[in-house]
């Protein structure tokens, strides 16, 4: 068996894959795209040279897949122990609704918001607008960070209180929060704050995290 996933390691979109496979105890290979300047060929694998895309060459041609949230339903049907996906029809939609929120809101918020101006820029050897970066905490941030801190309530996951795509896919652009140098206020959102401790300690984030913080720090530090 070999599984590729194509991506950079610091995505959110690439994490939640990787972390979906370590979850499954699956091996694969990390192949290394920037999504600034992806190879030529690259549309091969995915249309929109977005990242990431996928590859199961166990299968004949063609064998490859974009799209994160497709990734992980493939994922899922194919290697279905253990579960990351409910069976009850609700509860499955549900998920998939904190993994659209997560995809959108909460990605496209932290992403351009805070990760982009810290931690890419610094990447491109360009200067962050800080400015961006406070009026996305003080403007869009808190109603994200409500919502969560209300769905979660007093449970240890997100639907039907058990571990799935969903806290997958909430949990890993906090990640990238914490990698822009920021952390959920325990004293205004207590649940959630304790809710992303929870999910980040699991040897599927904690492993990760060990791998990209070594990365983001050679960048801070440049």
């Not at 122990?81 to 609700?90: G, I, M, Q, R, V």
């Not at 969560?148 to 240890?156: A, P, V």
Request: aromatic share 12%; net charge neutral.
């Amino acid at each position: 068996m070999a599984l590729i996933v194509y991506g950079g390691a610091v995505s959110p979109f690439v994490r939640k894959v990787r972390v979906m496979l370590a979850e499954k105890s699956l091996e694969y290979t990390l192949e290394n795209v920037n999504p600034f300047a992806p190879p030529p060929d690259y549309a091969n694998l995915h249309p929109l040279k977005r990242i990431p895309a996928f590859r199961d060459s166990d299968l004949p041609e063609p064998n490859t897949l974009a799209d994160s949230s497709v990734i992980c339903d493939y994922l899922e049907h194919k290697f279905p122990k253990p579960a990351l996906y409910p069976s009850d029809p609700y509860l499955r939609a549900r998920a998939l609704w904190f993994e659209e929120y997560a995809d959108t809101a909460i990605s496209q918020t932290i992403g351009p918001g805070l990760f982009f101006e810290r931690i890419v820029k610094r990447m491109m050897k360009q200067q962050p607008n800080e400015e961006i970066c406070i009026a996305t905490l003080r403007d869009k941030v808190p109603g994200l960070f409500d919502y969560l801190e209300k769905e979660i309530g007093s449970n240890q996951f997100l639907v039907g209180n058990t571990f799935s795509i969903a806290d997958i896919s909430i949990a890993t652009p906090f990640v990238n929060f914490r990698h822009a140098d920021e952390s959920v206020d325990a004293n205004r959102w207590p649940k959630l704050a304790a809710y992303i401790k929870r999910v980040h300690d699991r040897p599927s984030f904690a492993g990760l995290w060990e791998q990209e913080n070594r990365f983001v720090q050679r960048v801070k530090a440049a």
